[in-house]
């Protein structure tokens, strides 16, 4: 296995500093994170897409100084993708760690984000680490890592796009104390889009409108409402410059269907907002 073929893990790091990721608490979430991160439980969030999961979890890690190794999950992923491999170097083999066995050995937040996406043997290698042992096993290399107390798993999943195929087992979501995160309230989410993009918060308080009629659609036209993040987007947009309804076409519109039926009627729906 080549270290380009490892590189399609998606994963990365981000820098311990001074810069805290803004991040507008909903709930309790900000105390529930830093009360497993002390008593070492792993952590499981759940919510629809765009709705600050990735960037919840980023704003934690700075808030508590901790290195975050990030990994995008996907169908290919695997067991050996997270913990390491062998690797051809020159005319040896040698050992590299995966973002896992990286955050084991040294400390900080494993976010494995969309965990239901990767491949069953996965969840298996987690299983050590979420209970009292934390303990990661290393077949190849007959180690047996134990977490040091600055470690946390955090993993993360949109629960409205899985099936009976794509879910987490009953046994490996009870190794996690789990958040349910959504969208925001209205005034809430009207203060993270300005605060994002820099437009006023009147512009934004009638896009924040027009995201919960388009949310009102879900399950019906649309199979996802609109996120925060494309509510962000849009705003951008329009503070850059572009037109309003150009902006909403090309981040809300196009975004959620290519059903030209559907497309148009949300379009209605913009112009029936902005005018």
Known sequence: MTQATLSRCALHQDPVGDDIPFYQPTGQEVALFEHAYRQRLPLLLKGPT????????????ARLGLPLHTVACHDDLTASDLTGR????????????????????EGGICYLDEVVEARKDVTVVLHPLTDDRRLLPLERTGERLEAPDDFMLVVSYNPGYQHILKTLKPSTRQRFVAISLDFPDA??????????????????????????????????????GVSTRLLIYCASLIQAGMPVLDAARAALLEPLSDDPDVLKGIEDVVTATFG
């Not at 765009?50 to 890690?61: D, E, I, P, Q, S």
């Not at 820099?198 to 924040?208: D, F, T, Y």
């Open 86 to 105: 062998y690797l051809l170097k020159g005319g040896d083999t040698a050992w590299s760690d995966g973002p896992l066995t990286r955050a084991v050995r």
């Open 50 to 61: 765009g709705c600050g999961k990735t960037r919840f979890v980023r704003h934690m890690a």
């Open 187 to 224: 005034d809430t989410e009207v203060d993270i889009v300005a605060h994002e993009s820099g437009l006023s918060r009147g512009r934004c308080e009638a896009l924040v409108n027009l995201a919960a009629r388009l949310r009102a659609m879900k399950g019906q036209d649309l199979e996802e």
